[in-house]
């Protein structure tokens, strides 16, 4: 080969060989020499391997241990110790160099140092190391960023877009196929494929929207209503913009669309709630209101207004003194102190109170309210509701009124009176049931009354639960044989009584001590027999007498009206006198006998009720005395009479007796004589009427007792039985007689007769 010129390899920095196929050193240049420090002598053959650093001389020696490819030109790397004992990289190149057959003689190469280029190779892939570091952590967090705003999205239900206006691609973000309903595995973002998502309206807004975005630049937002494939649908809120480049040119649209579905769905069901509420609270009268502390403001609705007889102001907005100054006199300090209370935060603010109504009108208005806070607890605002609640009030006030009421009454009743629960435990007591059971002293409220009374005998307990059932059990007498002897009677009466809805409470007796009462009767039915058995002894003597009396008297009135007859003119004339009297007495005798008798006999003689005929009854009176109403010149005046129970004969007597004396006690006018008939409820109400001389008042009374006559028989003959006959007739059918009368201008008797079928009152 040839050598190259001394000078221009000596101008060269790098190693210079010529080795044989085996490694061998033909020629090494000088370089050599001042690089290692070694005479090239030294290094030729295999010696140069010695320079090559110890890591890497197997790798040197192992390039020329295996077969070349001669074609190939060689390159290698390798450390070389220079003259100062350091190491630096040398990149080698190597031809190789044929003869005339073309096969390798010898290499020919180059050895450069490539420290520097080495050392900037490994800033440089350091550099490159800290960088790729730096890129796979930025990537990772932006990944992270990625999955976040994923998530994010998934959240808050919002998907993403963006459209490249020039190349028409768009880009959907993983949530934004979930709320539209589409696989971004099967499906590819396509602007136009959305025609088939959404309802016809909103993709009619949607293009109109996104073609003033492209065209103006212009944003968007509003709310649309789409379908997914699976026919579920959506209601989405869609928001757009335009991303311009650095010429102001629309490059790109990005946007949003926020699935709000459910918000739509709570909205609307807030709103029909709402709309609810305010349904509610008008129709019942409730107002709502709010007060915001610091501003003092104070948020009335309508219904508000209407509750405080006020008028509505703009917006509803007042301040707290409008609720101040409403407030009653009496209950201002209360209701404002529990206001208080409530905004510091004690007691809730639940209470009631008056309001004074511009009119004057006192309501009765119950009131409850929230207060809330900030996260430090800091009283922001009270919102409440008000409704009137008066009537209520006044129910409750009368409720309270009724049972005090009730409590006085059972208490001081002057009967004995107890209420029980169902359980037989006592609810209140009149002091007459203390002091009848002898309980004074003792805790009653509250205690069973068999807990009281251990011994109460069955039969009571069977009727307490009788009444417990619902029965009314009573009992007009009932004896209880008293301990101490003697026997109590009682009179007693228990019920239950009902809650308000209708169920059985409990139950209330009444007991009565009525032995006093029953001693009386007892007392009264003996003197009462007593009474009736002397009442018909001095009947029967009455009968006895005066039938017996008939007799003797007839006897003597025989004899003296012979002696008048026979005698008279005979005797001088007082005797003639005298008998005269006799006749006179005894016939007068007889008529008070034949009284006395028809007297006595009312109720002994007398026939049974039967329907009369009150006319005719007065007919035959009227006919009995035919002759003094004739010789009177009596004018009669009979309206019509009722049907009456009575017995004929004595009816009879009492007309005949009541218009005798009309006739009997006329003046000098011709007698006029009314009967007639009227009647109430329970009876029939006759009168006889005449236009007689009169009775003085004092006289009313009197006129009707036996023997009782007002004048003398000179004046008016009469025995003074007809009117005590007539009461006892009258009395016998459960009447009453009695008389008015104007002295000088008449008399009215009147009687009464019951219309229920009478009962002989003997
Ligand atoms: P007598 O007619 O036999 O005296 P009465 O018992 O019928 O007895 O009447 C009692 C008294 O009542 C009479 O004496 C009479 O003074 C008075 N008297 C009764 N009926 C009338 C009458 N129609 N007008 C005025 N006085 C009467």
């Not at 690089?35 to 391997?49: H, I, R």
């Not at 309508?302 to 907005?317: A, N, V, W």
């Not at 007739?729 to 009687?751: A, L, Q």
Request: hydrophobic share 40%; proline share 4%; charged share 25%.
């Amino acid at each position: 080969m040839r050598a190259l010129p001394p000078d221009l390899v000596s101008m060269l920095s790098d190693l210079l060989w010529v080795c044989a196929p085996d490694g061998r050193s033909l020629y090494l240049s000088e370089s050599w020499s001042k690089y290692t420090g070694k005479a090239v002598d030294a290094l030729m053959g295999m010696a140069w391997v010695e320079c090559i650093h110890p890591d890497d001389r197997a790798g040197a020696r192992a390039l020329w241990s295996g077969p070349f490819d001669g074609a190939l030109s060689h390159r290698a790397e390798f450390r070389i110790e220079g003259v100062d004992g350091g190491f630096h990289w040398f990149r080698s190149h190597a031809m190789p160099v044929r003869d005339g057959s073309g096969a390798v003689t010898s290499w020919a190469g180059s050895s450069r140092d490539v420290q520097d280029l080495k050392e900037v190779h490994e800033r440089l892939a350091r550099a490159n190391e800290v960088l790729e570091a730096h890129v796979t952590e930025r990537t990772s967090a932006l990944q992270e960023v990625n999955n976040q705003l994923a998530i994010a999205q998934s959240v808050a239900h919002m998907g993403s877009w963006s459209f490249n206006v020039a190349s028409d691609e768009v880009e959907w973000s993983e949530e934004l196929f979930r709320i539209v309903g589409l696989d971004e595995r099967t499906a590819a973002p396509n602007y136009a494929a959305q025609e088939k998502i959404f309802a016809p309206l909103s993709w009619a807004k949607l293009t109109a929207a996104v073609g003033r975005c492209i065209e103006l630049g212009e944003p968007y937002e509003f709310e649309l209503e789409l379908t997914r494939p699976n026919n579920e649908r959506r209601t989405a809120i869609a928001r757009g913009r335009a991303v311009r480049d650095a010429n102001g040119a629309v490059r790109q649209l990005v946007g949003t669309l926020h699935d709000v579905t459910e918000l739509v769905v709570a909205r609307r069901t807030q709103e029909q709630l709402a709309e609810r509420l305010r349904l509610a609270t008008t129709s019942a009268g409730v107002g709502i209101w709010e007060f915001t502390l610091g501003a003092d403001s104070l948020l009335w609705d309508r219904q508000m207004y209407s509750l405080y007889g006020l008028e509505p102001q703009p917006g509803g907005i007042e301040k707290r003194s409008v609720w101040d100054t409403s407030l009653h006199p009496g209950d201002h300090l209360r209701a404002t102190e529990e206001l208080r209370v409530a905004i510091a935060g004690g007691a809730p603010f639940d209470t009631s109170f008056r309001i004074v109504r511009p009119d004057g009108g006192v309501r009765h208005l119950r009131a409850a309210a929230v207060v809330i806070r900030d996260v430090d607890g800091v009283p922001l605002r009270m919102v409440g509701v008000n409704w009137d609640v008066t009537s209520e009030r006044v129910t409750e006030m009368a409720l309270v009124e009724s049972k005090a009421l009730l409590d006085l009454f059972v208490r001081h009743a002057p009967v004995a009176i107890a209420m029980f629960d169902t359980e037989m435990r006592y609810l209140q007591t009149s002091e007459q049931w203390v002091t009848d059971y002898k309980l004074t002293g003792q805790p009653l409220i509250g205690r069973s009354h068999y807990e009281v009374f251990p011994d109460i005998p069955e039969r009571w307990k069977a009727i307490h639960q009788r009444v417990l059932a619902g029965a009314t059990e009573r009992c007009a007498e009932d004896p209880f044989p008293r301990a101490s002897g003697g026997t109590v009677w009682l009179q007693w009466e228990a019920r239950a009584w009902h809650h308000g809805d209708g169920t059985v409470g409990g139950l209330v007796f009444f007991t009565q001590d009525i032995s006093a009462r029953k001693y009386m009767e007892q007392l009264l039915e003996t003197r009462k027999e007593r009474l009736e058995r002397s009442n018909k002894d001095l009947e029967q003597f009455a009968a006895a007498a005066s039938h017996d009396l008939q007799e003797p008297l007839r006897a003597v009135s025989g004899c003296a009206q012979i002696l008048q007859t026979q005698y008279k003119g005979q005797l001088d004339p007082a005797a003639d006198a005298l008998i005269g009297h006799i006749v006179d007495g005894a016939s007068r005798m007889r008529a008070l006998i034949t009284g006395l008798l028809t007297f006595s006999r009312v109720s002994s003689h007398g026939e049974p009720f039967r329907m009369t005929d009150s006319a005719e009854v007065c007919r035959s009176a009227l006919a009995n005395l035919s002759a003094s109403i004739e010789e009177s010149g009596a004018v009669i005046e009979m309206q019509s009479l009722p049907e009456v129970q009575a017995d004929p004969s004595q009816l009879a007597q009492v007309f005949q007796n009541l218009i005798g004396n009309a006739l009997k006690y006329r003046s000098k006018a011709p007698p006029v004589i009314r009967i007639s008939a009227s009647q109430n409820d329970e009876d029939w109400v006759f009168c006889v009427q005449d236009n007689g001389i009169g009775i003085e008042s004092v006289y009313f009374e009197k006129i009707f007792a036996l023997f009782q006559r007002l004048h003398t028989r000179d004046e008016y003959p009469g025995t003074g039985i007809g009117l005590a006959l007539c009461q006892k007739i009258i009395e016998r059918h459960r009447g009453r007689i009695w008389v008015e009368s104007n002295v000088g201008h008449g008399t009215i008797f009147f009687f009464t007769l019951p219309k229920s079928s009478g009962v002989d009152a003997r």
